[in-house]
């Protein structure tokens, strides 16, 4: 039985290791959806401090069948679960900012409902965004049993860059932008090379990189620190041929809701 459990232990851990970056979508047209578009639509009255009321009860009466036939490619998806987090994130802190001070309790209260469920934040990002990755496995350990609700709206591919695309409500988090699924690929592709380039400080002299904590949090997502080279590369914030030592810097967890990228 040991033995066993080891064998599982391993082919997770192995499984949830060389996570490649998505490709831009070639083979067929991707479109927005309603479910795509209500998504969108919470974000821009979020920011014109409009109500959100109506736009949250459609997404929790929706079934889900109906949402899962509302978000039919991987780009659907992920560009809705994205924007519901941020939604959501900044429509519960606009009500109540003293959930912020209890962060943990905060990301895994269940308070979101979607479809007929209630969702922590948690539940959204390693769930439904990161492919049911087991929150404290630093990207290298997946959930073993996730639920049918996760596994029939989750994403089909991990993808790195969403952690430069969603925002928790902190000052150091990646603004808010309205993520589409046509030029999905795109977009998140600005937005990491963006939020990489305003935290990463390079030192030939010191053959040394200091780039975004949030690449050793999610140490798995990227690859580990050969993988993030790769990318700091990628993004020409650190030369072809340099192989630094990669440090991170502070991340600032003070409140910001406001954060909507211009």
Known sequence: MKTFALITFISIVATSCGIKKPQPQTEKTVESTMYNDLSVKML????????????????????????????????????????????????????DKSQFKDRNAFFGKKQVKIAGETLSFDDIENGMIRKSQYKFGLGYIRKVLPSAFERHLRVDDRDYRIHFALNCGAKSCPPVRSYKP????????????????????????????????????????????GGQKKILKSFKLIPEDSNPTITYGDYDWSLDIDNFAK
Do not use: C, H
């Open 44 to 95: 821009e009255n979020l920011k014109a401090n409009k109500s959100v009321k109506e736009i949250q009860d459609k997404l929790e009466s929706v079934t889900e069948k109906e949402l899962m036939e509302g978000l039919p490619t991987d780009a659907n998806k992920k560009a809705f679960w994205i924007n519901v987090y941020n939604g959501y994130i900044i429509a519960i802190l606009k009500k």
């Open 182 to 225: 046509e030029g999905l690929y795109n977009q998140l592709e600005n937005a990491a090379k963006s939020y990489l380039t305003d935290f990463t400080k390079y030192s030939e002299k010191k053959n040394e990189v200091e780039s975004s904590v949030l690449m050793s949090y999610f140490r798995g997502d990227f690859g580990g620190k």
